[in-house]
């Protein structure tokens, strides 16, 4: 077996005296670690060691273990555009003179993007029920992910939730499995009026992290509607009567230059008329009897 495997095993499985463990400094320190898929992390580990070079190296156990650049006393793992198979453990080896430390560091890979919806879009007066659904998540256990019905940013009363519903979300063959995750609840009386608006909150909780999302369920307003409906008829009217003036002034200059083309003014009906015969006359159009 390989020497560092073997060193590796060993420390997995508590050979290792717990002391040995001290002198390996990781950044970041804590066992578990999680990265959102699709995004890069780094993992460095570093040993001390008085008067001679350490040799320091990250290994994993049947994973994608990612990029790994080690020099005299430290190891950096760098894990890029992480994927849902980087996760798994990753574990720092370190040896100075004779002895030998590890440290194991958990990595957690999750998707949570901020797209909740809900059903219904509005929330009327014959309304029961009302599902809240986190779309492209992983993990999708319980555990690591909750839903919360809101009102007024607490927890309303008397709502009763239901089971979970987790589904797979279609996905392309090269694509990592994401999880479609619906929340229910069983709504008690809300009152006369309703409030103006539920929200519905998803959160996952991992270790170190706790990320949240929120999306209103506003309640259906008649009264609004009819106000909107109001509004919309005056506002109409309004750009009628807007509308009717110009209309007016333009169809009563119209009908002023219509007047003034059949009635000339005064100075022209006092011109004598000539008529066309008599302008005939005095040309050399007209044709005279012979003499």
């Known amino acids: 077996m390989d020497r560092g495997l073997g060193l590796l095993l ?35 580990c570093r040993l001390d060691c008085a ?5 320091v190296q990250w290994r994993g156990l049947d994973t994608s273990l990612g990029a ?4 005299a006393g430290r190891s950096v793992l760098t894990v890029s555009n992480a994927s849902l ?33 809900v059903s219904p879009a509005a929330l009327g007066p014959a309304d029961q029920e009302v599902a809240c659904t986190a779309h492209k998540v992983t993990p999708a256990d319980p555990n690591t992910l909750s839903f919360s019905l809101l009102l007024g940013g607490r927890e309303l009363e008397g709502a009763e939730a239901l089971d979970l519903e987790v589904e797979e979300e279609e996905s392309q063959e090269d694509e990592d499995m994401l999880f479609r995750v619906t929340g229910r609840w069983r709504l ?12 519905c909150q998803a959160t996952m909780r991992l270790p170190g992290l706790e990320l949240s999302h929120r999306q209103a369920i506003p309640a259906h307003n008649p009264a609004g509607d009819q106000l909107s409906v109001a509004l919309w008829t005056s506002s109409a009217v309004l750009g009628l009567l807007l ?3 110009p209309t007016y002034r333009l169809w ?40």
């Open 51 to 55: 008067g001679r070079g350490a040799a």
């Open 252 to 291: 009563k200059r119209c009908r002023h230059l219509a007047e003034d083309g059949a009635h000339p003014p005064a100075s022209l009906r006092l011109l004598p008329r000539v008529s066309a015969w008599a302008g005939l006359r005095g040309t050399d159009q007209v044709g005279s009897s012979p003499s």
């Open 243 to 245: 509308l009717a003036l």
């Open 85 to 117: 198979s980087a996760a798994g453990t990753r574990v720092c080896v370190g040896s100075c003179g004779g002895l030998t430390f590890q440290h194991t560091v958990r990595l957690l890979v999750f998707a949570f993007p901020d797209q909740l919806t």
């Open 10 to 44: 060993a420390g997995l499985l508590g050979l290792l005296p717990p002391g040995h463990a001290q002198p390996l400094q990781v950044e970041p320190p804590e066992p578990a670690v999680a990265v959102a898929l699709g995004a890069s992390l780094q993992l460095t």
């Open 188 to 199: 008690p009386p809300l009152g006369t009026p309703a409030p103006p608006a539920l929200h």
């Open 68 to 71: 790994v650049q080690s020099d």
